[in-house]
């Protein structure tokens, strides 16, 4: 797979992280694994993943709270597609611990960030404070934020760049989106592509530059699992290492917003990743990492869906 793993290096292309080459995966059954248990070992694994993704050579805290102009390289590419930030209230879905989130708000807007890690969330907070950056951080899972961010709504609803592949429903995210968003209100998601999603990952052979579909591309009710045990930080190992995700199709997706009562007003596809999803990658002058030129049209890396609620 492209691979959901290599999500847990969100980043902008200033501070990419590189997880998926450090990966050392292995598939395996997870018949008797229930559902708060997936969650368990995620989130585990997410929130042992701070510390490391808080040091310079990680997503570099220090400087963005230094800098107080610093825009992530993320919301840089999203911000025009989000239109004027200005005084506009922002949800921030899986926020991490909230460096794109308080970028938006360094844009203008009124930020919350909700994620299931506790660890990244007092990180979350500790940033907002350290850079003088305001932003809200709620520790929540995902489905239930309508329980935890309570009688509120919100203009815009941003997520992604490795979020919805810890979601096993994405009708369930469907709904959580449409709750939280005001009528009118606007959705942006840029995320990995379902199809480079079920590309076969890793691949043993280096010179093996072969794009293999391997995993589901269409939602289905058992996570893929892997054994993640490597840092995507300088080389510490990564105690609670396994994690589940799941594949979810662009019928899926989409169907799960319009079923919701979203329009979906832009959809586009990329063709760079914002981490190296295959060995063969290539890291351009902007940190983005590409399929060498004669791959380079085979298949899109990542989308941009934005919709509004009717
Ligand atoms: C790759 S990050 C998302 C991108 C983020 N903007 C960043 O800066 O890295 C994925 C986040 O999803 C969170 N997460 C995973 N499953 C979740 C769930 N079920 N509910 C809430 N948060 C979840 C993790 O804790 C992690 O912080």
Same mark, same amino acid.
């Given at each position: 797979?492209?691979? #959901?793993?290599?999500? #847990?290096?969100?980043?902008? @292309? ?7 080459? %450090?990966?050392?995966? *292995?598939?395996? *059954?997870?018949?008797?694994? &229930? ?10 694994? $997410? @929130? ?5 993704? $808080? ?21 840089? %590419? ?17 926020? +991490? ?6 970028? #938006? ?22 940033? @907002? ?24 709504? %919100?203009?815009?609803? =941003? &997520?992604?760049?490795?979020? /919805? ?5 994405? *009708? ?14 606007? %959705?942006? /998601?840029?995320?990995? +592509?379902?199809?480079?999603? *079920? ?10 530059? &072969?794009? &293999?579909?391997? =995993? ?7 996570? /893929?699992? $892997?054994?993640? !045990? ?12 396994? /994690? ?20 979906? !007003?832009? =959809? ?11 060995? +063969? ?21 990542? =989308? ?7």
């Amino acid at each position: 797979m492209l691979h #959901l793993c290599s999500v #847990l290096c969100v980043l902008c @292309s200033v501070f990419c992280v590189l997880c998926s080459v %450090f990966c050392v995966l *292995s598939s395996g *059954s997870v018949d008797a694994v &229930t559902h708060d248990e997936y969650y368990d070992a995620n989130r585990a694994n $997410w @929130s042992e993943r701070v510390a490391g993704h $808080w040091m310079p050579d990680g997503y570099d805290a220090p400087g963005f709270i230094a800098d107080k102009d610093r825009i992530t390289g993320v919301v840089q %590419f999203d911000h025009p597609y989000l239109g004027d930030l200005e005084g506009r209230s922002l949800l921030h879905l899986q926020c +991490h611990f909230g460096m794109d989130t308080l970028s #938006l708000a360094r844009l203008g807007a009124a930020v919350t960030g909700i994620d299931f890690s506790p660890e990244a969330i007092a990180a979350a907070r500790r940033l @907002s404070d350290e850079s003088g950056t305001p932003g809200r951080f709620v520790e929540t899972e995902l489905y239930l934020t309508p329980q935890s961010v309570v009688d509120e709504q %919100f203009d815009l609803v =941003y &997520t992604g760049v490795g979020a /919805i592949n810890w979601l096993p429903d994405i *009708s369930r995210w469907g709904e959580v989106v449409a709750t939280m968003l005001k009528p009118g209100g606007v %959705f942006y /998601i840029r995320e990995c +592509h379902p199809v480079a999603w *079920s590309l076969r990952f890793p691949i043993e052979d280096p010179h093996d530059e &072969t794009l &293999t579909i391997e =995993y589901p591309y269409f939602e289905v009710a058992d996570p /893929i699992s $892997w054994d993640l !045990d490597v840092g995507d930080v300088g080389s510490a190992v990564i105690e609670n290492a396994r /994690i589940f995700e799941w594949n979810h199709g662009l019928g899926e997706i989409m169907g799960a917003l319009t079923s919701q009562g979203l329009a979906i !007003d832009l =959809y586009e596809e990329h063709r760079f990743l914002e981490w190296q999803g295959q060995h +063969h990658m290539v890291q351009g002058d902007d940190g983005r990492w590409r399929l060498p030129k004669h791959q380079r049209d085979l298949v899109p890396l990542m =989308y941009s869906l934005r919709a509004h609620k009717m």
